[in-house]
């Protein structure tokens, strides 16, 4: 698609291109294809900031809200690389794209950068060089953008050294610096087809109040930037600014604290050739994201869409009980409870230490099992009763389910922490539940949780023996017969070989329920890692259907 030829001279028009940003909800492959074919009004659809090499970007937390639609972050260009990202875009080009497709590119070299706008320039409508980010390593983002003779000395390389390129080129700039339209100025003039404005502003600090430590995890001592509601006048006064400057031809791409068709609109006026919305979405439900962006772009009243609340807010809690079972599972009871929903989670965190989802395993009180596997989760090992710590949520949705006579109910690892916020919803329909739950090696007293399994059903814990998911092996014909459905809690391979046994046996796969529990950095449909099929576990809960996970070709 010829970008140029749409977008030039749309902000004398009138015309309002909406547009995703780098780094906010189409940021996976899933994603992308997503917002191609389910959201028509989105004219623009922009990547995240691809890299040379994969880069795993800060460690959570990656995000926070000081207040209701104002954010700080600090992702750090998490990114899969070239040859990963080129692989998923080229797939995309061969299945056929509707809307723009906008390449965002991130480096700390011209010879980096050259090397991914020439692999890039094939499937992109437009490249954008993210000389722009506040909280990426030393010598990326905002370092190249805030000296106008750095970022024309990158362009000018660029430029000649790919004179062939096809795709427009455009320069997205920090406010960070005295005068924003003088280096827009400048990178056109080197070569530079537009720019995108603006990037989030700072870095700043983010404290959580209640403990006084700083919230982002990163090596800048929590600082990140700011996007939202809070840096809309920045990136309108920016956007001015820089079209007087540049004049008409050049492209604008205009974001920054978009979230109604006023602001969209006033953005236009300001000289945005296309508008993106970024962290708005996050206070949009996913199955609403293109009513919300239609209501925008027919100039229409959007503020139902929009979550009232703060999802990032902590609430302290004391350990009021530790209970370690062998040396890498404990259960951490809390004061205080919750009204958590099979397919609902929190995030727990420790000022310092980082922050991690879990599920719920019992409401009241609250009650999380753990299980040690790495940085944050052995800092939560080493925590004791009397001692504080902080979540955030819920996230999620209650899972939707078909009501029947029967369940059975399996759990692998710490699945069986979801277990009991199933059997309680199940209890209540009536549901008679087999509840059995897989162990490494039987516990020489009760198991953990047993006594609120029991509480629900036939319980029982089965021993691998060697034999990894034996507990799968135990599903029999009679245990799925009649009006049944099943339940699996646990690691890919077991969930995936239990739905693959009841298919076997004549469970229909629409009765079949597995938890996908996917890695998620945010928990409000922000970083889109926990993409599964299309959907956002973090919005939309995480139950699926056996059949829908084979339907969108899932991976467990």
């Known amino acids: 698609m010829d970008a140029r030829s749409v977008l030039r001279g749309s902000h004398r028009r009138g015309e309002l291109h909406l547009a995703t940003v780098s780094g906010v909800a189409s940021t996976k492959k899933e994603l992308i294809r997503l917002f191609d074919r389910n959201i028509p009004s989105i004219d623009i659809i922009t990547t995240k900031s691809f890299q040379v090499v994969p880069t ?112 427009p080129l455009i320069v997205k700039l920090s406010p960070n610096v005295p005068d924003i339209a003088a280096i827009a100025d400048a990178v056109i003039k080197a070569g530079a087809d537009g720019v995108a404005a603006i990037n989030t502003v700072g870095p700043n600090l983010y404290i959580e109040p209640h403990s006084g430590a700083p919230i982002l995890n990163n090596n800048l001592g929590g600082r990140g930037g700011a996007s939202g509601e809070w840096v809309k006048e920045d990136a309108i006064r920016a956007i001015r600014a820089i079209r007087e ?49 239609h209501a925008i772009k027919a100039g229409e009243d959007s503020s139902a869409y929009l979550s009232k609340t703060n999802a990032l807010e902590y609430t302290p809690h004391r350990i009021v009980k530790k209970e370690l079972f062998e040396s890498d599972v404990v259960v951490l009871t809390l004061d205080g409870k919750t009204n958590a929903e099979p397919g609902e989670f929190c995030f ?8 991690k989802p879990f599920s719920v395993a019992v409401n009241a009180p609250l009650t999380f099992l753990i299980k040690k596997r790495g940085a944050f989760t052995s800092a939560l090992f080493e925590l004791s009763e009397g001692d504080t710590l902080y979540t955030r949520g819920l996230y999620g949705s209650p899972m939707v389910y078909e009501k029947t006579r029967h369940a059975v109910l399996i759990g692998g690892g710490t699945g069986a922490a979801v277990l009991p916020l199933i059997a309680e919803r199940l209890s209540k329909d009536g549901t008679e539940m087999d509840i059995r739950v897989g162990v490494v090696e039987l516990a020489s007293g009760k198991e953990p949780l ?8 036939d319980f029982r814990a089965i021993a691998d023996d060697g034999q990894p998911g034996r507990v799968v092996d135990t599903l029999s014909a009679d245990d799925l017969s009649g009006d049944t459905a099943l339940y699996v809690v646990g690691p890919g391979k077991l969930m995936e070989r239990a739905a693959r046994k009841a298919e076997s046996l004549g469970l229909p796969d629409d009765r079949i329920y597995l938890s996908m529990e996917k890695n998620t950095m945010c928990g409000i449909g922000m970083c889109g890692e926990c993409v599964c099929g299309g959907h956002l576990p973090c919005k939309e809960g995480t139950f699926f259907t056996w059949k829908m996970l084979k339907e969108n070709d899932v991976a467990l």
Not at 148 to 159: L, M, N, P, Q, S
Not at 348 to 355: L, R, S, T, V, Y
């Open 450 to 457: 047993e006594d609120e399994l029991a509480s629900y059903g």
């Open 56 to 167: 795993p970007g800060n460690r959570e937390p990656v995000v926070c809200s000081p207040s209701t639609g104002d954010f700080g972050n600090s992702v750090g260009l998490r990114n899969p690389g070239m040859e990963t990202a080129l692989k998923e875009l080229k797939e995309l080009r061969g299945e056929g794209l509707r809307a723009i497709l906008n390449v965002s590119l991130a480096a700390n070299n011209t010879d980096d950068f050259i090397t991914l706008v020439r692999a890039f320039d094939s499937v992109a409508d437009m490249l954008e060089l993210n000389f722009s980010c506040p909280h990426a390593a030393s010598g990326f983002g905002a370092s190249i953008g805030t000296d106008k003779d750095t970022a024309v000395a990158y362009v000018k390389a660029i430029v000649s050294a790919y004179p062939e390129r096809k795709a």
């Open 245 to 293: 400057r540049i004049g008409d031809e050049p492209l604008i791409l205009g974001m920054g604290g978009v979230s109604s068709a006023e602001d969209a609109r006033r953005m236009v006026d300001a000289g945005a050739d296309s508008v993106g919305i970024g962290s708005a979405l996050s206070r949009v439900h996913p199955q609403r994201w293109e009513a919300y962006l």
């Open 348 to 355: 727990i965190w420790i000022p310092g230490k980082g922050e």
